[in-house]
């Protein structure tokens, strides 16, 4: 088959992740795989074995699946004369009223929180496209203790993007280094602009830190295997699927998290810790954590076992399916 995604660039946003790392796997498969985005520019920080091409090139080839998770871009899919017209759904806060009336659209859930919301908020039943994280990519963490050195709490350092909630787990640290607890935080990110690049730049914290950037994405499995804990404050009314919280299940790190895009990955107290979402309630899972080591490497275990179904080997098959039987 020959497939194809519209994406708006190829920086690293786990958005554009998700449809490289599927398109690796599908040229594996025998498939062509072709990225299009306005400039056909393929990324620089991932070894994609797909096509580029830009927009203007859609028609040149008889696809027989097309798709995005962009709103904007689905009039080029529904243009095109691709058999399959598929928008993926990432984004709960998206305006998708329109397209989820429209017949000639199929739609793809990337998780069990995007599923659900369609289905009450639309009556429409998705294809459940849920996934997923390549698991050969990460090595899982294998020591949990903590002895003569700070706790280290890792977080998603997207700081100027609110809904990520970063700093919900900023305040939580600093209010334990406060009640002295020796606590150190982990942020990561890629800043996708200068003004992003400006706000990490000038972070500060009322506790020790560390802020990464432009961390290579082929060792992620380092950066994660550094931290005690993973938290992600995420605001659940936007988030479709937690790349980061796949992430760190991936290298078997004790999680907490919201609910966010995490409905299909956390089962609470069992492989991670589902938390509310407000300061003292992330400070006190923290606290938890802290204290205890066997807890720290029970839900870290059972979080790797766990996040294998996720796979994004899996996730193309199931995909792969789809197409071919409809």
């Known amino acids: 088959m020959i497939l194809g995604v519209l994406l708006p660039h190829t ?35 991932f070894d994609f074995k797909g096509e580029m091409a830009t927009f203007s090139e859609i028609g040149n080839v008889k696809l027989d699946a097309l798709w995005t998770t962009t709103v904007k871009f ?58 997923g994280v390549t698991l ?39 209010k334990l280094y406060a009640k002295g607890y020796n606590i150190k935080l982990l942020l990561f990110d890629t800043p996708v602009d200068e003004g992003a690049k400006r706000r990490i730049e000038n972070f500060t914290c009322k506790c020790p830190f560390e802020f990464v950037t432009n961390h290579p994405f082929d060792k992620n499995s380092e950066l994660f295997n550094r931290a005690d804990c993973f938290v992600s404050a995420e605001n659940p009314r936007y988030s479709g699927w937690n790349n980061t919280v796949a992430e760190a299940m991936s290298c078997a790190l004790p999680v907490i ?6 409905m299909d990955l956390v089962d609470d107290g069992v492989n991670a810790i589902r938390s509310a979402r407000w300061v003292f309630c992330f400070a006190k899972h923290i606290k938890e954590l802290y204290n205890d080591a066997a807890l ?17 080997k899996n996730v193309a098959e199931n995909i792969l399916a789809y197409l071919e039987n409809n």
């Open 257 to 262: 998290t919201s609910k966010a895009g995490t």
């Open 74 to 131: 689905m009039p080029l899919v529904l243009d095109s004369d691709a058999k399959h017209k598929i928008f993926y759904h990432v984004r709960k806060s998206d305006n998708v009223k329109h397209l989820m009336k429209n017949p000639q659209v199929e739609v793809f859930a990337c998780s069990t929180n995007v599923y659900e919301f369609d289905k009450k908020k639309f009556g429409r039943t998705d294809f459940k496209a849920i996934g």
């Open 296 to 312: 720290r490497e029970r839900l870290g275990v059972q979080a790797r076992k766990d996040i294998q179904k996720y796979d994004w």
């Open 136 to 174: 050969a990519n990460y090595q899982p963490k294998t020591d949990y203790s903590v002895e003569n050195r700070p706790f280290v709490v890792m977080a998603y350092g997207r700081i100027v993007e609110r809904v990520k909630g970063t700093h919900y787990v900023v305040k939580a640290c600093e």
């Open 11 to 45: 920086k690293l946003y786990g958005g554009v992740k998700r449809f490289l790392e599927l398109g690796n796997i599908f040229v594996d498969k025998g498939h062509r795989f072709i990225a299009f985005t306005p400039d056909g520019k393929g990324p620089d920080w």
